[in-house]
């Protein structure tokens, strides 16, 4: 199956040496595998391969275009996304243990902005707790935030932690199995290689994601002919972990995607799946694999029920415009916006920006809500 793909810019002669020698590691897996892999394996070698994966080389990955990255995340854009947010976790703080677990902090700003933001509040947290599988991430996190006692990073997450859990944009780069429908059955779509080129390849699904897409199927009906898509299954089990994990608090899931009925609907035809490169966003997970950034949006439904499932109770679902304001985001602005922090907001609660695409979705466990971040546009009966 090919793939359509704008022009890109050039990789330099480092990433191109990189991404060969990923090619020729997946190429090997490809081998061994007989020919064939699932999505999913090939998805994590791409970003997470030791030395080789997006996640786990050397190239900048967070920050504007001139600054090399690929992509923007809301923290980097403004410290209003961290001050709104700190109004939420304060709440949750005056119920329980001042503590924060972060996965996957990226360049260590939200911590940062976050700390810095308890602080002024006067809700001072004991404890900043990340666990971050980027050994190269980790390093940019400590140089950031080496002044901040609190902060200890974890090689896993402790059991029975008493707190605040926090997830922005993590779920969206977990490894996702894909499927298509052929003449009404399931098939999955995964990766071979035809001569030295990696392509799509359908074989018969396996009984965990035939299943999968039944579950889906019965509650929305038929999926077209031809409709492809992919399922979060790795997301799901992490956020069954995740239950494990927490003792007392909150976990809050920040990232983009839909309730099940809106992610499966039959015009979206070619799933979620999207590649980013220097602000470029393209479809072909194949070009200059461990360079790009892979992601799927996320289906909340499933996270919902997959929490519920392991005995967190949903809290709140919203989108990230009315977490952001129900949070006081405008109250940040005393002086009135000056024209970095009206163009801030703006990309952070706009519907043509941030604010609708991306979703805030609470699970707690031993919790006394509501919680005020959904205290106006609660979704909740959507998922």
């Not at 030295?196 to 994601?209: G, I, K, P, Q, W």
């Not at 289906?299 to 977490?323: K, M, P, R, S």
Request: some cysteine; proline content about 4%; charged content about 20%.
């Amino acid at each position: 199956m090919a793939i359509a793909r704008l022009e890109l810019p050039r990789p330099t002669a480092e990433q191109s040496a990189i991404s060969a020698r990923l090619r020729a590691l997946i190429a090997a897996e490809v081998e061994a595998g007989g020919g064939w892999i699932a999505f999913d394996r090939y998805m994590d070698r791409v970003l997470y391969a030791p030395g080789l994966g997006y996640y786990a080389a050397g190239a900048t990955k967070f920050g504007n275009a001139g600054s090399g990255g690929d992509f923007v995340t809301a923290p980097e854009i403004s410290p209003l996304f961290a001050q709104a947010l700190s109004a939420q976790v304060a709440q949750i703080f005056r119920d329980g243990p001042c503590r924060i677990l972060e996965f996957g902090a990226g360049s260590g700003r939200l911590a940062a902005d976050l700390l810095a933001a308890l602080r002024a509040r006067g809700s001072e947290c004991e404890q900043y707790l990340i666990v971050e599988v980027s050994a190269e991430l980790q390093q940019r996190q400590r140089a950031r935030l080496g002044s901040e006692s609190a902060v200890r990073w974890l090689t896993a997450p402790p059991q029975g932690f008493e707190g605040v859990m926090l997830a922005n944009e993590v779920l969206d780069v977990m490894p996702v199995r894909m499927f298509v429908k052929r003449g009404g059955a399931v098939l999955e779509r995964g990766v071979t290689l035809r001569g030295e080129a990696f392509v799509y390849s359908e074989r018969e699904a396996t009984a965990e994601l035939l299943d999968a897409v039944t579950e889906i199927e019965s509650e929305l009906g038929a999926l077209p002919d031809g409709y492809a898509s992919e399922v979060g299954l790795a997301a799901r089990a992490w956020t069954r972990s995740a239950a494990g994990w927490l003792g007392r608090g909150v976990v809050l899931l920040i990232d983009y995607g839909f309730p099940r009925r809106e992610y499966y609907h039959p015009q979206r035809l070619m799933g979620t799946l999207m590649c980013h490169y220097r602000h470029h966003a393209h479809v072909d997970p194949f070009w200059l694999p461990g360079c790009n950034d892979l992601t799927a949006h996320v289906d909340f439904t499933a996270i919902a029920d997959a929490g519920h499932g392991a005995g967190l109770q949903v809290l709140g679902f919203t989108t990230q415009a009315h977490f952001l304001l129900n949070c006081g985001l405008t109250d940040r602005l005393h002086d009135g916006p000056a024209p970095q922090q009206a163009s801030a907001v703006h990309r952070l609660v706009s519907e043509a920006e941030m604010g609708e695409l991306f979703k805030v979705l609470a699970l707690g466990k031993d919790v006394d809500g509501p919680l005020i971040g959904f205290a106006r546009g609660d979704r909740t009966t959507r998922l």
